[in-house]
């Protein structure tokens, strides 16, 4: 189960106390006490892990190391751990409950600071002066900051695979790359999204979407917002509909109802699964697509030259990326 909304409290460490303390040593008499030390940072880091936000679904607070308190002889206290979240590249950080965008993980190793540790409070000897040679004021340590975040993955893809349940999108993704999505022939076989890398190319395989998603029907808009951030769409349409181009608008209508940018996005048709069905029928399909969109293809996975034609697509779009 991929996990690609959540909300977490964090907490930066708090400052350590500064120390009260005077030097006992004969001839050296003073003030020594020392600050406390600052407390952690909490930072955000992005990798390539998409199941990275699993590690919120129990654990919902996350705390940094406080400060250690001043001591004395003019020790200071050691500073606080930072605490370093990682989180999928994608990941959207929001502010809760306001639900405005903090940052934006795009980059694997990226770090963002959230929350800033309390600084260390000073010791006696910070507050030492000619009229004041034996102070015995300290400071306390400054809380760190705390805050409740939202987390949302946006996968972040050069190419989105969309197109109805059973489309053929899981089975294209695993022949174009190295990705293991799960194939079968039942609807919603795919029930979160896959990556592949076709050299230096991200392609998403988005699971299958459905009349209505926009509204929350089927998987619903939990998906839609991950081919937000696609650039190129891969619209496939099953051979084995009775109506290719009743396929096409469902799809388009709730990309449309979810985002007239989603919408707009490049994208190359394909009649997926042209194995199944006789040359004469898979021509009155193509027939119909070509209304909607000229240079649609009809491809297998079954078929290199089908598959060399997708392969020559990507390398297009591989060579306009450089």
């Known amino acids: 189960?991929?996990?690609?909304?959540?909300?977490?409290?964090?907490?930066?460490?708090?400052?350590?106390?500064?120390?009260?303390?005077?030097?006992?040593?004969?001839m050296s008499l003073g003030p020594v006490g020392g600050a406390g030390g600052d407390g952690g940072n909490i930072y955000t880091e992005g990798a390539s892990d998409l199941s990275l936000l699993n590690q919120f679904r129990y654990k919902k607070e996350f705390k940094a190391e406080n400060g250690q308190d001043g001591r004395d002889q003019f020790?200071?206290?050691?500073?606080?751990?930072?605490?370093?979240?990682?989180?999928?590249?994608?990941?959207?950080?929001h502010n809760f409950p306001e639900d405005e965008i903090i940052a934006e993980i795009t980059k694997t190793g990226e770090r963002i600071l959230l929350a800033k540790g309390g600084h260390g409070g000073k010791g006696n000897f910070k507050f030492r002066s000619p009229k004041n040679t034996s102070p015995?004021?300290?400071?306390?340590?400054?809380?760190?900051?705390?805050?409740?975040?939202?987390?949302?993955?946006?996968?972040?893809?050069?190419?989105?695979?969309?197109?109805?349940?059973?489309?053929g999108k899981s089975s294209l993704i695993n022949e174009l790359t190295k990705a293991?999505?799960?194939?079968?022939?039942?609807?919603?076989?795919?029930?979160?999204?896959?990556?592949?890398?076709?050299?230096?190319?991200?392609?998403?395989?988005?699971?299958?979407?459905?009349?209505?998603?926009?509204?929350?029907?089927?998987?619903?808009?939990?998906?839609l917002r991950h081919i937000?951030?696609?650039?190129?769409?891969f619209h496939l349409i099953s051979?084995?509909?009775?109506?290719p181009a009743s396929d096409y608008k469902i799809i388009k209508n709730e990309l449309k109802k979810y985002s007239n940018d989603l919408a707009k996005k490049p994208e190359y048709l394909f009649l997926s699964k042209s194995d199944l069905l006789p040359e004469k029928e898979i021509k009155k399909k193509l027939a119909i697509l070509k209304k909607i969109n000229k240079k649609v293809l009809p491809i297998?996975?079954?078929?290199?030259?089908?598959?060399?034609?997708?392969?020559?697509?990507?390398?297009?779009?591989?060579s306009g990326k450089n």
């Not at 020790?75 to 950080?93: C, N």
């Not at 306390?140 to 059973?166: H, M």
């Not at 297998?300 to 591989?318: A, C, Q």
């Open 239 to 243: 051979a084995e509909s009775e109506n």
């Open 300 to 318: 297998s996975i079954h078929n290199w030259d089908s598959l060399e034609k997708v392969k020559k697509i990507l390398n297009k779009i591989k």
């Open 75 to 93: 020790r200071d206290g050691q500073e606080g751990q930072d605490l370093i979240i990682k989180v999928p590249i994608g990941t959207v950080i």
């Open 1 to 26: 189960m991929l996990i690609d909304d959540v909300t977490i409290k964090i907490k930066a460490g708090d400052g350590g106390r500064g120390a009260v303390a005077f030097n006992k040593n004969l």
């Open 136 to 167: 015995k004021r300290f400071q306390f340590g400054l809380p760190g900051e705390s805050f409740t975040v939202r987390l949302e993955l946006k996968l972040i893809a050069d190419i989105g695979l969309i197109g109805l349940p059973n489309a």
């Open 228 to 233: 937000e951030r696609t650039k190129i769409l």
């Open 180 to 223: 293991k999505s799960k194939v079968a022939n039942y609807p919603f076989t795919t029930l979160e999204p896959n990556l592949g890398t076709y050299y230096e190319l991200i392609l998403a395989d988005i699971p299958g979407l459905i009349e209505g998603a926009s509204l929350g029907k089927g998987l619903g808009i939990k998906f």
